[in-house]
Nanobody, 117 residues
């Protein structure tokens, strides 16, 4: 089955950069979309960045200009984060949706990002 494993999280100072990676395995099918979400305690999970099968990207207004989503290779989804702010602190999750059934999706376990003031 599909497995997503995030890595790269940690604790950094405001203004620092961080690179999150998502290793995708078991996805023997094309992906309709690959995304990064984030969630803080008690809040709704938020879409941060999305990469479509057409290569188009979409970012949340709060991270636009600071975050970049791209594929480092066929099995690695990356979220490059720069000029981090305390408001960016959250658990970041990798998400993929198969082309054969966009209604279904898979999630990673999440990686914690903490940005101190």
């Amino acid at each position: 089955q599909v497995q997503l494993v995030e890595s790269g999280g940690g604790t950094v100072q405001a203004g620092d950069s961080l690179r999150l990676s998502c290793q995708i395995s078991g996805a023997f099918f094309s992906l309709n979309s690959q995304s990064w979400y984030r969630q803080t305690p008690g809040e709704e999970r938020e879409l941060v960045a999305r990469l479509s099968d057409r290569g188009t990207t979409k970012y949340a207004d709060s991270v636009k200009g600071r975050f970049t989503i791209f594929k480092d290779d066929a099995q690695t989804l990356v979220l490059q984060m720069s000029n981090l702010k305390p408001e960016d602190s959250a658990v970041y999750y990798c998400n993929v949706k198969p082309h054969y059934d966009p209604r279904s999706q898979f999630w990673g376990q999440g990686t914690q990002v903490t940005v101190s003031s």
